[in-house]
């Protein structure tokens, strides 16, 4: 019995295309859905497992970069086993992968699951946006990404929120089990729904030489940046680490150059359009996944909120630019790509350096209100973005195309959040120690704090010989509230220039389209 998106229409009339656009949401959903959940878990596993934030990151930076090395599977896997059949394999995984960080007893255990959700979803990112390609029509593509972001966006909110209040009422550890029920619909829906795609020839043999310096590549990169600052930026084992990842690199393009190379198609970049929407997705990713980070992180360690206090900032912004979506989708078909990407990252650049000056006297609704407006940003962008870059290529590449976009998306967000991590460490260490020189004796501040606690812990009853010790806990307390937040102002800062350079690769974009 065929299978193909034909087949399906006429079997289900007009209804399939929203069946089908719904189970493909669903998994993707699910898949973005996971990614950020766990963000706001990180100060639990900090304390859970004694470790600092630059292990704990793994839990979200070893799902994205997972993510980017299946992302090149995913045609030769689908070419082999088909597209519906490698839907249902990438679930499956991802269930398992769930299981694995729930009952994992170690952090390297969870960090093992991670890595297995991650590569369903590599798997299954790319294939979505491919499906709804093939069953809307051409005039309707911008609407389609719309959709798709829709579900990102959607998914970004709600993922840290569902995830504090899971933490909050139950444990962390449950944050991997609330997936697994979307996952099950998006399974039984994928199989009765999602098509074959037209054959394109064998699939070919896999190119084990390819995907092994890929994976030493991004290896040596997520490492280089995760523990450079410790190891130090000229060390022997980052200058080893960074020899190896040039070489991972230089192998992986001649590889891809042998006829026997089969997981980048590396002709896609000979098209300055494309080449030029995929830079622009390596810096979106960069921007937008940091953000996603380094809220739910900041509530908690910052402002002192609850887990799902500081889950929930995202989640106003998001289901904003859920609703909103379909329009920007519309606005895609409508009007130049590039105009409609620099609106929108004026928006999200200038959303992001506004919350520059957030501290712990920031109530939530203004925090909740600079998200929101980051979140119109995103949504401008992402539509746009997607649809500029797959439209460039010719209908039998869009599959190899929407890897390869996703790929240097997901690769973006990676060092995205392993930059910022750095980033804070290291403006949080320069902050303390600038703090730290200044509490002497001749600061009238620190003496007119030092007498204020001696007065109220006289007034408590506290003898006079556990004062000081006392009163010296509290003044490092502040020392390291004050050093937390102008590290963390410093990261918005840091994360809201990145995003700007993306303005450069955006202008060459309205070049190439003239």
């Known amino acids: 019995m065929s299978r193909s998106s034909e087949a399906l229409f006429a079997r289900y009339g007009s209804l399939y295309r929203g069946l089908v656009t719904f189970a493909g949401l669903v998994a993707f959903f699910t898949t973005v859905f996971s990614s950020t959940m766990v963000n706001v878990a990180i100060p639990h596993v900090m304390g859970a497992f004694g470790v600092g934030q630059d292990k704990a990151q793994y839990l979200s930076t070893a799902f994205i970069a997972t993510t980017v090395t299946s992302l090149l599977l995913n045609n030769w896997f689908i070419a082999k086993v088909g597209q519906r059949m490698a839907f249902t394999l990438a679930m499956l995984l991802f269930c398992l992968g769930s299981f694995i960080c729930g009952f994992g007893p170690t952090l390297d255990t969870i960090i093992l699951g991670r890595v297995i959700q991650g590569f369903s979803a590599g798997i299954i990112q790319p294939m979505i946006m491919v499906v709804l390609f093939q069953v809307f029509p051409p005039e309707r593509r911008g609407t389609a990404m719309g959709l798709f972001s829709m579900g990102v966006v959607f998914a970004l909110g709600l993922g840290p929120a569902i995830g504090g209040i899971t933490i909050d009422e139950l444990n962390w550890r449950y944050i991997f089990f609330v997936p697994l029920p979307a996952a099950i619909l998006a399974l039984a829906l994928g199989i009765l729904f999602v098509p074959d795609r037209p054959q394109s020839g064998p699939a ?34 980052t200058l080893t680490l960074l020899a190896l990842m040039i070489v991972g690199v230089a192998g992986f393009i001649l590889s891809q150059r042998r006829e026997s190379g089969n997981l980048l198609d590396l002709d896609l970049f000979q098209n300055a359009r494309f080449s030029t929407a995929v830079s622009v997705s390596f810096l979106f990713g960069f921007g937008s996944f940091a953000t996603v980070y380094i809220f739910p992180v900041f509530g908690q360690i910052v402002q002192g909120y609850s887990a799902t206090i500081a889950g929930s900032l995202l989640l106003p912004g998001s289901i904003a630019a859920a609703f909103i979506l379909p329009i920007t989708g519309r606005l895609a078909d409508r009007f130049s790509a590039h105009k409609v990407i620099i609106a929108g990252m004026v928006i999200f650049v200038t959303a992001v350096l506004l919350m520059a000056d957030a501290d712990i006297d920031t109530v939530f609704w203004s925090m909740a209100f600079y998200l929101f407006i980051s979140r119109i940003g995103v949504a401008l962008v992402s539509p746009s973005l997607n649809s500029a870059a797959l439209a460039a290529l010719p209908p039998d ?50 003496r007119e704090l030092i007498g204020s606690v001696h007065g109220l ?18 003044l490092g307390e502040v020392v390291s509230a004050q050093a937390n937040t102008l590290g963390f102002q410093d990261g918005f800062v840091a994360v809201g220039l990145i995003s700007l350079c993306s303005i450069v690769p955006v202008m060459l974009l309205r070049r190439n389209q003239r």
């Open 204 to 237: 070919g043999p896999f190119d084990f030489l390819g995907y092994a310096f890929m994976c030493i590549a991004v290896f040596c990169l997520m490492t280089i940046i995760g523990n450079g600052q410790r190891d130090g930026w000229t060390s022997n084992e």
């Open 397 to 446: 590449k869009v599959h190899r195309g929407a890897g390869a976009v996703n790929l240097f998306l997901m690769l973006g967000g990676s060092c995205g959040i392993n930059s910022l991590v750095v980033v804070l460490e290291r403006r949080v260490e320069f902050h303390s120690d600038a703090f730290t020189s200044t509490q002497t004796s001749a600061n009238t501040a620190t």
């Open 457 to 474: 812990l006289n007034e408590g009853g506290i003898p006079h010989g556990m004062r000081d010790s006392v009163a010296l806990d509290y």
